[in-house]
């Protein structure tokens, strides 16, 4: 593709650009890169920041340096990387101390520090990004777009994030565009907006430059563009015509907004009005009972319960299980006769605050508290109403290819419970909610989502969420709510269009280093 891009990192930085004038420059277009993204997510939703937010990087990634420093383009790409993370996470670090329940004096610093290594560690994600991105555009002047993109989406795929996020999000709330999730994944909007961002970038510097604008590439993204919109709403509107037409069932999902103390007798007490007002099938969300909860006279009370009404229950508890000797993270489902059918004991557990990351035999003995859950080996499926049902304990449901083994193996209704009580009424509230609405749209299932203090949904297989709560608020969503799932291009094939950027990327890296070993003879 054509390219006019005249930034030239072979050359030498001009004598008026001073160390501190420039790292000044990479701080600002890092800042506007950070605030871009933060302006595209939930809640905020202005999506046309999608299109546009790398321009400030692409622009910190090709100023000049004098002399050339690969560490300077790396610590470019961070800074950056860095922003984006603090703008999108800035309360992480309060919630990471709530969790852990750290003294209040020692809160401040803990909570300023894990949150400058959060986002310093997701930042040498845009580090490597920013390392190579001026060799792709050097030795591939006319292909850079497309190379580009598939870089910076294969990045994205192979990092290892603490917290998944996506580029693409930003496109959720464009519901047309949203549905080319269903083809490629959330990846395949990360490529969509990179590539757009890419293409915009150069028009701006042929602009600038008053060189020849690339009319070919903006012709040809623009009926990408286009195309992808247009299907994108033609399944839109079908989808909602079959969601209409189908067969309802009514489901309660109790959100107590109860820090610790007293929510089981809010679930109890706002699960009644549920019920009498004809709820089918009773969920509750993550932490229902606690390991100091999950009492005989508790359980006796929940299963008294969905007998009175003959309802299922569905609820999740912390406890310990005697037989092994262990504490797990459990969803258990009691049956309309108020009897014991099911549980499943929490595979994906999150690391730092329910186990470590590294699995060491002398740290376990030493520091036990480290691994206080642990792990499940069996992913549940339940039948209810005709469908088949797969419990998902909240962080589990940010992971696409977690998710796409329970449906492939004929799961067709995803619950998730969760507790974002740490995050009280941030936006980080907001970001969890988008990530795991991007699974609805990937598997074509409806996704439930029971919370204790916000945000409570069901999102259909478009994406769509249907009366979200309000956050730090007592609430029952109680609403007829659709089963039906639609099959996608991205449940059957993964994520193929990961291999095929690998490819391109494989193919491109050989070129380049083939270039370098001619010319360096």
């Keep these: 593709m054509e390219n006019t891009l005249t930034l030239d990192h072979t050359k030498k930085a001009p004598n008026t650009f001073t160390k501190t004038k420039q790292w000044a420059l990479k701080i600002t277009l890092g800042a506007l890169t950070g605030a871009s993204v933060y302006l595209a997510s939930p809640p905020k ?16 990634c090709f ?9 300077k383009r790396f610590i470019t790409g961070v800074i950056s990387g860095f922003f984006i993370h603090l703008f999108m996470f800035y309360s992480l670090g309060s919630a990471f101390t709530s969790f852990l329940r750290i003294e209040w004096f020692y809160k401040p610093i803990v909570s300023s520090l894990s949150l400058f290594i959060f986002c310093t560690y997701s930042g040498i994600m845009f580090g490597i990004i920013a390392l190579l991105l001026p060799l792709i555009k050097v030795n591939f002047p006319k292909y850079w777009g497309i190379i580009c993109a598939c870089f910076i989406t294969l990045m994205e795929f192979s990092f290892p994030h603490v917290f998944p996020w996506n580029i693409g999000c930003g496109l959720i709330s464009v519901l047309p565009f949203f549905q080319f999730a269903s083809v490629f994944g959330i990846y395949g909007l990360t490529f969509l907006a990179v590539f757009i961002n890419v293409i915009l970038f150069n028009t701006i510097e042929s602009i600038r430059t008053k060189s020849s604008i690339p009319k070919f590439t903006i012709i040809f993204s623009a009926v990408i563009l286009i195309a992808a919109y247009t299907w994108g709403d033609y399944r839109l509107n079908e989808i909602q015509e079959k969601i209409e037409s189908s067969k309802k069932i009514k489901i309660a999902m109790i959100q107590p907004n109860n820090v610790f103390f007293g929510r089981f007798n809010s679930l109890v007490s706002l699960s009644k009005k549920a019920l009498e007002d004809g709820a089918q099938l009773l969920i509750w969300p993550e932490t229902s009972m606690g390991v100091k909860t999950f009492t005989k006279k508790n359980i006796s009370t929940t299963q008294n319960l969905a007998k009175k009404y003959q309802v299922p229950i569905i609820f999740h508890a912390n406890h310990f299980n005697p037989n092994v000797y262990k504490n797990f993270s459990s969803t258990f489902l009691i049956n309309s006769n108020g009897n014991f059918q099911e549980r499943y004991d929490k595979i994906k557990l999150v690391p730092f605050t329910e186990t470590f990351p590294l699995k060491s035999n002398w740290i376990k003995r030493k520091y036990p508290k480290l691994y206080r859950i642990q792990s499940g080996d069996k992913r549940s499926y339940w ?8 419990p998902l304990i909240c962080y589990e449901g940010i992971f696409s290819s977690f998710i796409r083994k329970n449906v492939n193996q004929g799961a067709n209704v ?75 291009f991205y449940r059957k094939h993964g994520d193929i269009l990961i291999y095929l950027c690998l490819f391109i990327c494989v193919i491109a890296g050989l070129i380049g280093f083939t270039k370098r070993k001619k010319e360096n003879q």
């Design 45 to 60: 939703d202005y999506h046309i920041f999608t299109w546009i937010f790398l321009i400030p990087f692409f622009y910190a």
């Design 63 to 71: 100023l000049p340096d004098n002399p050339i420093s690969h560490k």
């Design 383 to 390: 039948n209810l109403f005709g469908k088949t049902f797969t």
């Design 414 to 488: 995803i619950i998730n419970q969760t507790n974002d009580m740490w995050f009280k009424t941030s936006d980080i509230a907001y970001h969890h909610l988008m990530i795991t609405t991007v699974r609805a749209v990937e598997f074509g299932v409806p996704f439930l989502r029971s919370t204790v203090t916000g945000i409570t949904t069901w999102t259909d297989p478009s994406g769509k969420t249907h009366h979200p709560s309000p956050l730090s608020k007592e609430h029952i969503w109680n609403h007829p709510v659709s089963l039906e799932s639609f099959p996608t």
